[in-house]
């Protein structure tokens, strides 16, 4: 079975100190894709990353950086100098290749973690 | 290029009732999934469509059921409410088959979501 687990529930900080929010995941798939996704008050979730089990190369992209690392099953995300509009609920999730062609699996998530930035 | 559109944006129903929630998907997308997403919790996987079928299911029971329309739309259907189904329900629209390792439109496009209030 696949778990997420991030074991931040939440997380306040002070603007433009830099944050890191821990995920840790669990599969015996060796094909498998992870994601982070951000949750403003608004709801919707907004795509922010993914990645696949091949990958371990880490990304960054402005502000936001990303750890893969398959030895600690383990993909942290980092903001840098963290901004007001930061302030939301991030969720981290997992999801595998089903047997449809190579089709994608449901994403399967973290409980996310809250993140408040203050002013 | 539209994104992911669920009606209605907020619903209040009686124990008992039967309710239906709506989704159009991303353009050129072909699959639609459901999640249902309780307060301070990660979304949980409901089920999956694509080709009008119902391709996969999460652990939810047979209260919920779905429907794919020709054009890609999708709606979800509870009946028999229950206090406990209430939540934000998020449809989330994607591409069937994988296209590729090299293909950067991958992964889900979430909608805001539907707030379910059971009384």
């Known amino acids: 079975a696949q778990k997420v687990t991030q074991a931040q529930t939440e997380i306040s900080v002070v603007e433009k100190e830099d944050v890191t929010l821990d995920c840790v995941y669990e599969?015996?798939?060796?094909?498998?894709?992870l994601f982070w996704y951000k949750q403003p008050p608004s709801g919707e979730l907004v795509f922010l990353i993914r990645?696949?089990?091949?990958?371990?190369q880490n990304e960054i992209s402005g502000r936001y950086s990303w750890n893969f690392q398959k030895s600690t099953s383990s993909f942290n995300f980092t903001i840098t100098a963290s901004q007001v509009v930061d302030s939301a609920v991030y969720f981290c999730a997992l999801s595998v290749v089903w047997n449809y062609g190579g089709s994608q699996g449901n994403l399967i998530f973290g409980k996310g973690t809250k993140l408040s930035v203050k002013p | 290029d539209a994104g992911v559109t669920q009606s209605p944006t907020h619903l209040i129903k009686t124990r008992g009732q039967q309710v239906t929630l709506r989704c159009s998907p991303k353009?050129?997308?072909?699959?639609v999934s459901w999640y249902q997403q309780a307060l301070g919790q990660g979304p949980q996987f409901i089920f999956q469509y694509y080709e009008e079928e119902e391709r996969q299911r999460g652990n939810f029971p047979d209260r919920f059921s779905g429907h794919q329309f020709p054009n890609y739309s999708s709606e979800l259907n509870v009946n028999a409410l229950l206090l406990g189904d209430s939540a934000l329900y998020l449809c989330a629209s994607s591409l069937g088959v994988l296209p590729g390792q090299g293909a950067r439109d991958y992964g889900y496009t979430f909608g805001s979501g539907t707030r379910l209030t059971v009384v």
């Open positions: 599969t015996r798939d060796t094909t498998y894709y």
């Open positions: 990645r696949n089990s091949f990958d371990e």
């Open positions: 353009s050129g997308h072909d699959t």
